[in-house]
Structure formats: C-alpha cells, structure tokens
C-alpha cells in the first residue's frame, strides 16, 4: 500500500496539500500496520506449531530447586511446606561409602527411638488421610535435596497409629520433650557375612521392612543403596533372620525362658 | 590326562574366578570390615502384653544388659497380628523417665523422707493393726492378675473388710452392670475376631481410631484388601474416628438412650425384629419402683408399648440425630444378612444412665438377633489392661469375691472360705464402699463421720483421675489423723499428698498377668531388674499381711494357723516369700494363680494352668480341658458351635440367666435427662477423655519423648463459631469453670477433634492442668461409675499467649 503511495506520488505532480494528505494516510497505515505485525497474530492460522523450536531459542524451565529461591508474581507471597521440611541428603551415588552410611544412620536415628521404632513424622501433618501420606511415601519423592521415603510395608490406612507426630496443632506446644535414660537398640551398621564375599544378611527384621528398594533403592539414604538395583529377588541371596522375624514356630513357643518357673 | 591347551583352560578359569572373587571381596568389604558388629547380638527377646490399654496387644521385648533397649509387635499374637500403636511401640521407655521412685519415703514435717522397708512395712502394719475396720485399699485395673487376687484375699479373707475398691470403678462399671442386668454374667460374648467378620461397625460414643487403634486397623484396613466395612459413628464431637466413617450420627449429650430405643421402636414396628430368637432366647425388663439391677420382668406387649413413643422423628427432636438416619439404623438392624458389631467403651460407661444404655444397645442387638454368630456383637472395650482380668473376674470390688461371686451371698461367701481354708463366717457379708465413697470417707475428718482413717493405693493415680478432686482428694489435706499410703513408680498428683510412698517395680521388670477386653488372659515373666529399691506391689502387700501375722492378727492365719500367703516349693518348704531376697525363689504369679484359678469355674470363666498361658500369647476363657489333655479357648461364648458349655442343639444358650430360663433379657430404660445441663450461667457441655500419644493420666507416657513431643499439654477443643462468639483466638487461654473448679487451658480450634457449638473437651492427662477439678462426681445408680463426658462449664478468655 505504502509502494502504492509512492508510485502515484513519484508519477503526478499533485498539489502540496493533497500530498500532505496522501502522505497522512501513507504514514498511519504503516504504523497501524507496524504495530499489528509486532503484536503478534495469535490466530494466524498458517503457523505450525509442530514445526521444532531451534534449539537455544526457547525459554528455559524452572528447575524444582530454583522454585524456592525465585519469586514467581502471582505467587510471590506463597510460602511452601517444603521449605519447612527438614533437608537430608539425596544419595547420588550407589557405591557403598561407609562415611554416608553412619551419617544416614545417625539421621535416621533422630526420628526414631530405637532401631525397629516406627519413625516420627517430622513435619506437620494437616490431612490425616491414608491418600494424604501416599501422595508422597506411596513410591517415594525427590524434591531438590528433599526426599520423602517410600512405606517400605503394606499400605494400612491409619498412618498415626503408628508414626507419632513430632510437630501437632497443640497450642503452646514448644515445651521442651520431658528427659529419660532410655537408650535405644542402636541401628547395626552392616549385615554379618558367611565369609569374605559372601552376601551380608539382612541385620534386621524384614517385617513390616518387606520392600527392599524403599531404603536401599533411589529414594533411600546415602551409604545404604544397593549396588545392583536391577536385581528384583532380594532374598534371593540375603538371608533374613529367623530370630528378628520372629520366625522360629517349634514345638515350644519362640522367646519363652525353658523354665516355666524361671522369674 | 590332560592335554596342554586343557590345563591352560582350566588354570585360566580358576584364576579369573579367583580374581573375581577377590574383587567382589574388595569392593563391598572395604566398607563393612571397619564397620562395628551387628547391633542385635546380645539381645534377648522376650514376649510381654503391653502395659497400656485393654487391647491386650502382644509386644516382644528386647533386653540388653539388664536394660529394655526395643520392642517389636508380636507376630504371633493374635490380637494385634505384629502391629502395634505408637504408645505400645514406646512402651519400653516408660520404665526409664529419670525420676523413677526407688526408695521408700515417709512424710516427717510435710516433708517426704528416705526410709528403709522394714520401717515402711511396720508403718503400714501398725497402722492396720489399731483399726482394721477403717483401713481401705484402693486398687487398680493395671494390677496384675496375682496382685488383685493377692489384696482381695488380705482384705476381704484376711482382715475381714470389703473397703477394697479399684479404679476401674471410674472405667467400666457400668459395663459390668450391663453384662449383668442383660446376660446374668459379666463380660462380652464375642471377641475381636468379631471385627474380621463384621459388615457394620457401630461405634457408640467411641474413637477406636485413637484410643483402641490397633482394633481400629484390624477392622479398617480390611478395607485395603477389597472388602467393604461399613462404619457408623454415633458420637457427640467428630473424632479421628469419624473421619473413616460412612456415616456420622451427631447426638446430644446423654441422648444415646433415645437412639437405641428408636432403633427397637422400628424394629418392632417394622416387623424386622428376629421374631424367632427372640422368641427362643429372649425375655423383657423394665426399671422397678425401687430401682434395682434386675428391675421387673415385662411381656412383648408391654415391651412394645414402652418404645412405641420413641417414633424417629420425637428421637430427633431429642437427640438431634435426624430422624432418616434412625430409620437408616433400624434398617440395618432389620437385616439378617448383614453382621454387625457395636463397640464402646467411656462414653457409654462414664454415664449417669451407664447401664441402661448398656442394656439397651445389648437389647438392640438381642431383639434384631444381632448377636452369636462371627461379626453380630455387641462388644464393650476396656480401657485399662486389665480391668476385666484382674477387677472383674478376680472381683477386686467392694461388693465382689473371686469368680463373679458376691459378698452379700451366703453360699459365696462360704465357698471362698472353703477355698482359702478360714473358719466359717470370716468374710464380711456387708459390701464395703464404692470408690466415690471410699474416697469421700477419707477425706471427712473422723468427727463428721468419714470412716475410713488409713488408705492404701497401688498401680493408679487418683488425685488425677477422681472426679470433683477439690472435694475427694484435695480435701484430704490438713486433716492429719489420716494417713494416705501409695505404691507408684514416679512420683504424681496422688504420691504429692501421701504420707507414705513406696516404690514398686513395674511391667517387665515383675511377673505378671493381665486379662484383656476379649476375656484373653496373659502371662509374662520379669525380664529386668526394678531400679533401686522398688518392689513388686504383690510382694509388698503380703510383706505387710505377714508382717501382721508376725504382730498376731489374727485374719492372717487360716483355721489351720497357716500365713493366708503360705508358698511352698516343691520339696514341701516354706518359702519366706515375704523377705524380698527370697520372693524370686520361687514363681509367686505361678502359685496365686494356681490358687485363683480354682474359683473360675462357678460362672463357667474357666481358666487353664499357668503353664498354658506361659505357652501362649494369652487365651480366652472358658478354656477347656480336651479328652487330649489340651486346653481349647472359647471365642463365641453362649453359641452352641464355640462355647462347650451351650447345650447340644439349643444353639443360642445363655446358662446364666437371670431368670434361670436360659433367656437374655432386652430391656427398656426410657430416655431422662442428666443431673447437670448447661444453662445461662454455665452455657456448654464439658467432654473430658483420652488422647492417642497418652495414656490415663500420662505418668508414664508423658516421660516418653516423642509421645509427649506430640501432646505436651493439655488444651480445650472449640467449635470455632464458639470461639468467635467468645473473641477467642486458636491458642489463646481459656479459663474452663464449673460450679465446682477452674483451669485453665489454651484453646485449639478446628484441632484433633471438632466439638459442635455449645460442647468443648479436654483431655485428662496432664498433671500441670487437672481437668478433674472441674468434673462432677454425680454416678450411675447401680454402677456407682461417675460421669466424666457431661457436665456444664463456662468458658472465658484469659489471655493471648498460653505461655
């Protein structure tokens, strides 16, 4: 349109005013024109939006560790519970590393009272659902350097029977935990072996502790991972203990003293 | 002979393979070789009940060293299949709070004073020996099973006098009286297999899901197996119970004798009723004029006619339950094919109407023939472990004698003398004091007619869990002729104003034995060493009954001069069970409950030799002697298929009667307010209870951290219309007040547990805040069993911060 003008303006030799006007019309169209093109024609349908977006062109993604530190508008004010989640460290690696694995076992030893305790929940809990605690623990999660453990046993329905709160919606509830000289069974550091080589044997019980991978798999704590993850049948070659499974059914009952009388 | 290239072969095998080897030996030994050694060796296992609730979950205990270092859920145990609750899985901390009693003390000069035993024990003596008649014991569902049967037998065989009470007087009485009134025998007919069978679950004034949790998951995680359980609520504040329910039934308080009535109302008009069963097995009650447990025989018609008025919607208008959802309960009771198991525990026991309301929810399950077949029950739960073991059928009541016996019955009393081996007519026929007038006796100076001077307490605290404290235990103070002696293991609300506290062992660290709520009996053995100088109660109870023997008191010998607590070993001898050193000599648990055992038969709760509960995770009596020699539970007790004693093709036979017909009676009880209701001066109703991390009066689990971390202060749950109206913000203090007493306690809103409008609750278990002082002491006419669940408080805020 603008040639248009140009050509009829470089062909006649109108009057200046009548220029003025052409001139007028020329400039206004092509600046409604420049702004239209720059806005983008959101319903041009001739685009195709399959077609692959060079690489290096598009926006990048948050990642879910920059979440916490950016400030997003219109949840700028949004503060999450995960910031209120105490960290631990995620295991990256699965080599066996024994420095990890008293640290893992000195945090895991912060949330349960002896070995074989169920562990407190160390966050707190607003839903009391079963469906609430598996959207995390059902398989697992890994959230930046967070990490909700995966239920290593079946999946019962009232998650507070067992695991106590460590934090509840008691009012005035920052009274300091009353003192004991209860020292709990301590966590053994590794399982016993036949002889050099040989598979170690679970040192612990397998009740209640019957999904392998929920520790010693991804989302479990560094020091403790499997080096073969790949292997399905864990028992296969890692003997569980009939004492601490209770097992052991015989003539007599299991834990008895052989005197009856026996105090 | 192998060829060159052969041995080539072979040796380069073998050495890849060693190579190999090594290298798997390198890669994962580096870490384990500097690695300690397992944890577990030295660990001895050993089963126990756990020490809380009447569940009567099986824990193993793990000792080391002398210490309890962790327990595990018993896996063989039947009640609670390897599972445990979080207060059972800490349960081995609560022997080692850091303030354990462990020395005998003695008030000189208000101040509490070392002394040694033999000093403590002479006090008690002496004291016993002046006045006999005015000395009383005040017992305990937590006693074990020998140590109940050991104090009955020195008061009510020894000394003469029924002033022997236990707490459990606070917690299930009504349910006794209940069991009673309908079957003529105490304790429930089915058991928790119950909950594995039921297509109903009907909670009444209940919340399993904290206070019996391990029952709860038996019967809902049933769910997560595909089967479908259908759970109705009927409570007065949603609880974490509610929250599994299909259905939420929100009544008034004290109005749950309308619902019931309204159920039989339907059902009788309906026609849905079980016409047959009850026809066979059933007979009418209806209160009498005066009152008494067994009331009046009434016809059907009569019967119809007193529930006739109880349509849905006057039962609405009474409790506020809509009138679709008694017809919705009606409608399930009128369904044969369903099964359906009621539970409830306080909130049904700890009611002026306590036992009408247990007759009447027995009385719905008889009348709908809802009852003695898997999954039909209608089962009261216990809160104490063992409250049905050791009160109810050792008879640890002021009314009661061993094996569901009475004072008052000549025939009784005569056989527990022959059984005990004392002359004829020791044992008082006159019932000494309920547990309210026990405590009302001690604390009424002798002047104004208080008869009881001298008080022994074992295995509870009352000075926390009595009702109306001010007036019976509090007043006790400044009245100097009388003399409180507790036994405990930490020092607490009652030790606080004794004049004589003695330590005693607890748990695993004595033998014992507890009956649970589903009549099973349990047995464990010592598996550590008391702290210090504490002792087994039993011990020192038959310490200060030789101790009077020695002075000459008469009661402690029997008509052969015998100690009533003579032991002898196998050979014959005296064992001086009463010197500590030689108590372990010998099983002391075994040889009482060898005695006791001998008085279960007469109500057909038979018992076996102590020998088959150290074999078992506990059974249920009856248990009975097979033609094998073998001992066989009884799960369904009255139903032909399980119980021996049902007689051949009756099917249903309840030997017990009242009205020796083999009849259960269904009772009316018509629907009548409760002494107190909230008015303009004292506008809401007051729920007093338990929460899940604590239990009773938290002496022991308030020392256990992450129990205590969870719930470490008692607080008032508020509607949240309630509070605005009151300008009362989440954590703020609130003065709760009732004619009697004040706390105060900081309120949570939209907390644990959702009060409607015009309701609070507090739990009772801390010490720092006694929620008793508010309470009321107004009781059951025949359970003596006071009310804890309503009275009318005021509520007014104090101050923002609790702090």
Partial sequence: ?????????????????????????????????????????????????????????????????????????????????????????????????????????????????????????????????????????????????????????????????????????????????????????????????AYQGAPPQMPHTSWMRGTCLACHGPTGMPGMLTSHPERQNCRQCHASSATLDQAIVGSGPLFHSANEDAP | MLTPPELDRRSFMKGAALAAATAVAQRTGTADDQAQPAANDGVVWNKAPCRFCGTGCHVQVGVQHDRVVAIAGDVQAEVNKGLLCVKGYHVGQILYGPDRLTTPLLRHDGELVPIGWDEAIDVIAERILRQPERFAFYGSGQWTIPEGYAAQKFMKGGLANNHIDPNARLCMASAVTGFLATYGVDEPAGCYDDLDACDVLITWGNNPAEMHPVLFSRVIDRRSRGESVMLIDIGTRRTRTTEFAQHYLEFRPHTDLAIAN??????????????????????????????????????????????????????????????????????????????????????????????????????????????????????????????????????????????????????????????????????????????????????????????????????TNPGQTLPDLHRLFDARQGKDDKFLIVSDVYPTATTALADLVLPSAMWVEKNGMFGNSERRTQQWFRQVMPPGDARDDCWQTIAVAHRLFELGCEGMQDKDGRFLFDVRDDSGEVVPVWDWSHYYNVNVDRHLFEEYRRFSRLKHKDLAPYAEYVRARGLRWPVVEQPDGSWRETRFR??????????????????????????????????????????????????????????????????????????????VELNPDDARSLGVHNGELVRVESRRGAIEVPAWINGRGRPPRGSVFVPFFDERRLINQVTLDAHDPFSKQPDYKKCAVRLTRVAADPR
């Fill in chain 1, 1 to 193: 349109m603008s040639m248009d003008a140009n050509d009829t303006m470089s062909r006649s030799a109108l009057p200046p005013r009548s220029l003025h006007i052409v001139c007028t019309i020329a400039i206004g169209v092509a600046l409604v024109g420049y702004f239209v093109g720059q806005g983008g024609n959101r319903t041009r349908p001739d685009v195709d939006r399959s077609a692959p977006v060079p690489i290096g062109t598009a926006q990048p993604a948050l990642s879910y560790t920059e979440l916490r530190s950016r400030s997003l508008s219109p949840n700028r004010d949004f503060t999450s519970d995960l910031a209120r989640l105490a960290s631990r460290p995620v295991a990256d690696t699965l080599r066996t590393d024994l420095a990890a694995r008293l640290q893992s076992l000195a945090d895991r030893a912060l949330r349960r009272s002896y070995n074989g305790a169920p562990p407190v929940i160390p966050h707190p809990v607003d839903t009391t659902s079963p469906a609430a605690c598996l959207a995390c623990h059902g398989d697992g999660l890994r959230v930046g350097e967070r990490s909700a453990s995966r239920i290593p046993h079946d999946r019962f329905l009232s998650c507070l029977q067992c695991h106590a709160e460590s934090r509840t919606g008691v009012p005035g509830g920052d009274i300091p935990p009353p003192t004991s000289t209860f020292v709990g069974l301590p966590a053994p550091q590794s399982g016993a072996r």
């Fill in chain 2, 262 to 459: 309204g159920i039989a109302h339907l059902l009788i008009r309906d026609q849905t009723f079980a016409a047959d069963f009850v026809a066979r097995h059933c007979a009418f009650r209806a209160p009498s004029d005066p009152p008494t447990l067994n009331g009046r025989a009434i016809s059907f018609e009569e019967y119809q006619a007193m529930v006739a008025p109880y349509t849905p919607e006057y039962v609405e208008q009474i409790s506020g339950v809509p009138a679709a959802d008694i017809r919705m309960l009606a409608a399930l009771f009128g369904r044969r094919d369903l099964r359906i198991t009621s539970l409830w525990c306080m909130g049904m026991n700890q009611h002026t109407a306590g036992t009408a309301i247990n007759c009447l929810v027995h009385g719905v399950h008889l009348l709908s023939g809802h009852f003695g077949r898997p999954g039909d029950a209608p089962t009261s739960l216990t809160g104490q472990p063992s409250a049905c073991g050791t009160v109810r059928e050792v008879g640890t009541l002021a009314h009661a004698l061993p094996g569901g016996r009475l004072v008052v019955n000549e025939d009784h009393r005569r056989q527990c003398e022959e059984l005990w081996n004392l002359p004829a007519g020791r044992i008082n026929p006159a019932p000494g004091h309920h547990t309210v007038k026990m405590w009302q006796s001690f604390c009424t100076a002798r002047a104004d007619g208080g008869d009881i001077d001298t008080l022994w307490v074992q295995v």
């Fill in chain 2, 638 to 715: 009255f139903a032909e298929f399980d119980d021996p004693y049902v007689k051949a093709g009756s099917a249903i036979q309840f030997y017990h009667s009242v009205t020796k017909d083999d009849r259960a009676q269904v009772w009316f009880h018509p629907y009548a307010p409760p002494p107190e209701v909230p008015d303009a001066a004292f506008p809401f109703w007051l729920c007093t209870g338990r929460v899940l991390e604590h239990w009773h009066t938290g002496s022991m689990t308030r020392r256990v951290a992450p129990l205590s971390r969870a719930v470490p202060r008692a607080y």
